[in-house]
């Protein structure tokens, strides 16, 4: 493999660094690469200058700026995809949202249709959702539908199967029924004497299949959703997976999101980008407060309730009051789970001392992804 020359490395170090560089390094770039330099600082620049990090090393310069005037969006889209291939683009559009959160990039129509359904992205939208411009708000909306979209089409099939029923492998019936619920051995067996010889092969008269066993769930399940900072990736996921239960038959949803107030969506549990688009994240978190509330309003049936606490369990307000909360409810038979708050890779975020604390006081924690999360709540549903 051949080796850059000194030259060639220097600039490639350059186009990577960008024009912090350039005191060091010289302004090395022209042609193609002065062009990409000023696409790709259009974002990263405009990103550090919004963290307060000057790109002059913090000097004003007494006879202004010479700089090339500021790129418009539309302008810096048509660079961007002459110069750039697609993958490249959607890295520095993702950077743009998540990183720096220039919702601006939405304005343009294009760039908003080619947007990746991306939960990361969206949190991030959500998080400056409240600082942003009202107009923005319904190209967030547009995101945020097509993200709960494809988190539904993914989900929903797993979640359904796990909570709604099971195939019963000891009976079977001649009745009608799906490919994948054919009994091939009693299928085989009832026709066996169809058997033709010459032929080698079984004529099949009589299908055969497993006979479907739903169990009816009466049961209710309580998300209450953390909606600090930190949750933004949780929630989205919350929101969706509350919408597939909701339509379960025989289970009844109830949804509270809190910080250190209390806001109940239980009468918009089926409208997940409803839900999202009323998220208010930042504050404190008061954890014992809001599990408080959903004992007061939601358990009814306390041996029927699933209770399902969705938090990085980061409790500002006292933490006896949130233990006390929990054993009272444990010693109820209110079923409770914790979920531990993931972050955008889906690595677990949380306080493991309170979350400790919780486990001694009845409550089971685990850190899952939502493909597994539907699994964890039929086994506490059987």
Not at 2 to 15: C, G, I, K, N, V
Not at 47 to 68: A, H, M, T, V, W
Not at 147 to 172: I, K
Request: charged share 30%; glycine share 8%.
């Amino acid at each position: 493999m051949s080796q850059d020359t000194p030259d060639e490395a220097l600039r490639r170090w350059r186009l990577v660094l960008g024009r912090f560089a350039d005191r060091s390094m010289g302004a090395c770039c022209s042609g193609a690469d002065l062009r990409r330099d000023r696409a790709l600082e259009r974002i990263y620049g405009e990103g550090y200058r919004r963290r307060g990090i000057r790109l002059d090393g913090g000097r004003k310069s007494p006879r202004g700026s010479n700089e090339p005037p500021r790129m418009t969006m539309p302008e810096w889209f048509g660079e961007m995809r002459e110069l750039f291939p697609q993958g490249v683009l959607d890295i520095v559009k993702t950077d743009a949202l998540a990183r720096f959160g220039m919702t601006e990039i939405l304005d343009d129509a294009k760039a908003l249709a080619e947007l990746e359904p991306d939960p990361a992205i969206l949190a991030s939208l959500l998080a400056h959702r409240g600082r942003s411009d009202p107009a923005v708000e319904a190209k967030i909306r547009q995101v945020a539908k097509r993200v709960v979209e494809e988190l539904t089409r993914r989900l929903r099939l797993q979640t359904s199967r796990a909570l709604s029923g099971a195939r019963r492998r000891g009976a079977t019936t001649g009745l009608k029924g799906s490919a994948r619920d054919l009994a091939f051995r009693e299928t085989i067996r009832r026709n066996l004497r169809n058997w033709d010889a010459e032929r080698q092969a079984l004529v099949v008269e009589h299908l055969r299949f497993h006979a479907a066993m739903r169990r009816h769930l009466p049961w209710r399940i309580v998300l209450c959703i953390d909606q600090s900072g930190s949750m933004a990736t949780s929630l989205i996921y919350s929101a969706v997976m509350a919408a597939i239960l909701s339509q379960l038959p025989a289970v009844d949803v109830k949804l509270v999101l809190f910080d250190t107030a209390i806001v109940d969506l239980s009468d918009r549990v089926g409208d997940p980008v409803d839900v999202l688009m009323s998220v208010q994240l930042g504050g404190g978190t008061d954890i014992g407060r809001a599990l408080s509330y959903c004992e007061a309003r939601h358990v009814a049936t306390p041996e029927r309730t699933l209770l399902v606490l969705v938090s990085d369990f980061c409790e500002g307000a006292s933490l006896g009051a949130l233990l006390a909360t929990t054993r009272r409810l444990a010693g109820a038979r209110v079923k409770l789970l914790g979920l531990a708050a993931i972050d955008e890779e889906a690595k677990p975020s949380y306080d493991r001392d309170t979350a400790e604390r919780l486990v001694e006081a009845g409550m089971e924690i685990a850190a899952l992804t939502p493909e597994h999360f539907a699994q964890w709540v039929a086994g506490h549903m059987r």
